[in-house]
């Protein structure tokens, strides 16, 4: 929806327009804090693993956390329920992926939408969305490797109206939580979620009463307009007029198909009206898996994700739908991985969204460059089992733990070892070992995990598990083994995650790395080992002092110093004599490297 007409005069003076940035941005921030201090479930109180936004009164976000898979989420719920007949009071829920075309892209995501008013005018609205831990299907956890259709993924909410002027649906919640395997959990993560959109309404209220619902429209609509305007600027700055196009494959599917291309197009062109117009098309990339790697791409994802690339964590500028906004047409094909058919499987969906952010900055790389190398995809494995046998009340357990990976080099400072998604976190040593029955043995970074290059790759981590329990059901899920992030500019691909069973003794077993039901039982010894990210510019134009900082940290072997950086690094110091000698012979390379260095990545 564009912002005010530009012959209308703007209501709210540039002073206030900063004071009500601060006040909406302060207001999301305390409804993921109140989020965060309340939750049940580890997934969201310890992962982190929720998000809050604010929209104005047309229902486009106004701001949002720094996110970029969030789609048009408001729409859903006007569809069944317009923005006319709300009430003060109303609160609206759902998780319905293919009901909001990919707003929704898993059905463990919850998004709760309350309308805010003020004199009985509808000024706003604000959410909260978190990832439940389990909502019933196939197995505890609800999302797994095993799953070939939506339905085995848990129960599925259409956009509801769970208080509908301030009077609770109790009846609909409790269809919910008796879907779940661990209700208490769900009950109080919904409580969680609830309070603070309530938060929410109440302040945005309070800052809609303080400047006028007049000024506040205006403040939200000049914000999107600056957002939009900067990245239609940086999106001509990096595309000349013409046709840029970039693939990347995730491995498998988990049932043994694949691999499956991500093929992505950017079009700069002049409009009939002389104005530059952005085509993004993804209609090449193959079609729908039959296991849950699909991802609903909603149409505002690819300017979501390509505006919070440009913003750069710019202070001045409030993430928000001027960057959905600044793409003038997104091209989907029905049946393809990126636009699945209902009712196919979701719960993979974050190992194709990761690579999908690998395609978009190979297209920005395309073009005049500047993105990252590209990433692994965060690593998620659940271990679903009980424990206590010898009190003779053994009693369930599920622990969803995802694992963070290395990020890919940029053009002026390394990737970001060790990091799991955004703002998202790794469990703490001391919390997986307090409220779950496993001891965790070692925990730290990959040594040559990351892309070797004049910038390296960040690295991934290794995290091996004792297990207490008496016995459990693993699930995995590791992409990027046979295609590893890719290294650009010269620079390296990365190494990729491995998963192995007691490693190093007759009973050492590999698990495939995306898979469900392996068989763990007490004493086992799980080593799960993630992928790091791809390396930038010639290995060897790496500073030979840099390489050793990265030996004697632990980031790089002393042989991949030599064989990759040609650095040679004896009894921990460097030889200035044999490293001149390797570098003088300096290999060739081309822009990618996947294994091999090539002209282009197919």
């Known amino acids: 929806m564009p912002a005010s007409p530009p012959d209308v005069a703007p209501i709210c003076d540039p002073v206030t327009l900063e004071i009500i940035r601060g006040a909406i941005m302060a207001t999301q921030r305390e409804m993921e804090a109140l989020i965060e201090r309340t939750a049940i479930s580890a997934f969201i109180r310890e992962k982190k693993d929720f998000y809050t936004a604010l929209f104005d009164e047309r229902g486009v976000m106004a701001v949002g956390s720094m996110v970029p898979i969030f789609g048009d989420l408001t729409t859903p719920v006007f569809e069944h329920f317009p923005r006319e007949t709300m009430k003060p009071g109303d609160l609206y829920w759902y998780n319905d992926c293919y009901g909001s075309k990919g707003a929704v892209t898993h059905s463990n995501d919850q998004v709760l939408l309350a309308p805010v008013f003020h004199e009985g005018r509808?000024?706003?609205?604000?959410?909260?969305?978190?990832?439940?831990?389990?909502?019933?299907?196939?197995?505890?956890?609800?999302?797994?490797?095993?799953?070939?259709?939506?339905?085995?993924?848990?129960?599925?909410?259409?956009?509801?109206?769970?208080?509908?002027?301030?009077?609770?649906?109790?009846?609909?919640?409790?269809i919910f939580h008796r879907n779940s395997r661990f209700p208490a959990q769900s009950e109080g993560d919904m409580s969680a979620l609830v309070a603070a959109v309530k938060l929410g309404v109440t302040r945005v209220a309070e800052i809609v009463a303080r400047h006028s619902p007049d000024v506040v429209s205006d403040?939200?609509?000049?914000?999107?307009?600056?957002?939009?305007?900067?990245?239609?600027?940086?999106?001509?700055?990096?595309?000349?007029?013409?046709?840029?196009?970039?693939?990347?494959?995730?491995?498998?599917?988990?049932?043994?198909?694949?691999?499956?291309?991500?093929?992505?197009?950017?079009?700069?062109?002049?409009?009939?009206?002389?104005?530059?117009?952005?085509?993004?098309?993804?209609?090449?990339?193959?079609?729908?898996?039959p296991g849950p790697v699909n991802f609903i791409m909603n149409k505002g994802v690819p300017g979501m994700a390509l505006g919070l690339y440009y913003l750069g964590g710019d202070p001045s500028q409030v993430v928000n739908a001027g960057g959905p906004l600044s793409i003038d047409e997104v091209r989907l094909r029905e049946g393809s991985i990126v636009q699945p058919r209902f009712p196919a499987p979701l719960g993979m969906r974050g190992l194709t969204m990761m690579r999908m952010l690998a395609v978009l900055n190979g297209l920005v790389n395309r073009g005049k460059g500047g993105a990252p190398a590209a990433q692994s995809a965060y690593v998620v494995t659940i271990m679903r089992g009980t424990f206590g046998k010898e009190t003779g009340e053994p009693k369930p357990f599920l622990l969803a733990d995802g694992i963070g990976v290395g990020y890919g080099a940029r053009d002026f400072a390394d990737g970001i070892d060790a990091v799991y998604f955004v703002a998202q976190e790794n469990y703490p040593v001391e919390?997986?070992?307090?409220?779950?029955?496993?001891?965790?043995?070692?925990?730290?970074?990959?040594?040559?995990?990351?892309?070797?290059?004049?910038?390296?790759?960040?690295?991934?981590?290794?995290?091996?598990?004792?297990?207490?329990?008496?016995?459990?059901?693993?699930?995995?899920?590791?992409?990027?083994?046979?295609?590893?992030?890719?290294?650009?500019?010269?620079?390296?691909?990365?190494?990729?995650?491995?998963?192995?069973v007691n490693p190093g003794t007759p009973q050492e077993r590999k698990i495939a790395p995306l898979s469900d039901g392996t068989e763990l039982k007490k004493g086992d010894i799980l080593r799960i080992q993630t992928g790091g990210g791809g390396g930038m510019g010639h290995p060897y134009d790496r500073p030979a002092e840099r390489v050793l900082e990265d030996v004697l940290g632990g980031f790089v072997t002393a042989g991949a110093a030599q064989r990759l950086y040609g650095v040679a690094i004896v009894d921990g110091a460097l030889d200035l004599e044999a490293t001149a000698r390797l570098r003088a012979d300096r290999p060739a390379v081309k822009a990618f490297h996947r294994n091999t260095y090539i002209d282009e990545l197919a």
């Not at 694949?258 to 193959?286: M, N, V, Y």
């Not at 990027?480 to 390296?492: E, L, S, T």
């Open 122 to 174: 509808l000024c706003a609205f604000v959410m909260s969305w978190a990832h439940f831990a389990d909502i019933g299907g196939l197995h505890p956890g609800s999302i797994s490797p095993d799953a070939t259709s939506i339905y085995q993924e848990g129960i599925i909410v259409p956009p509801t109206k769970m208080i509908d002027a301030g009077v609770v649906n109790e009846g609909a919640l409790a």
């Open 219 to 289: 403040a939200l609509a000049q914000l999107l307009d600056r957002t939009r305007t900067l990245v239609r600027k940086r999106l001509a700055e990096n595309f000349d007029y013409g046709t840029y196009k970039f693939a990347d494959q995730i491995d498998s599917d988990g049932h043994g198909n694949g691999p499956f291309t991500l093929r992505f197009a950017i079009t700069r062109e002049k409009g009939a009206d002389g104005e530059d117009r952005f085509i993004f098309d993804a209609t090449e990339s193959d079609d729908q898996a």
């Open 431 to 500: 919390f997986l070992e307090t409220g779950y029955p496993i001891r965790l043995r070692q925990y730290g970074v990959v040594p040559d995990s990351g892309g070797a290059g004049r910038y390296r790759g960040g690295t991934g981590i290794v995290r091996e598990y004792e297990i207490l329990a008496d016995e459990a059901l693993l699930a995995i899920r590791i992409d990027g083994v046979k295609n590893p992030p890719w290294g650009y500019a010269g620079g390296m691909s990365a190494g990729g995650g491995s998963i192995v």
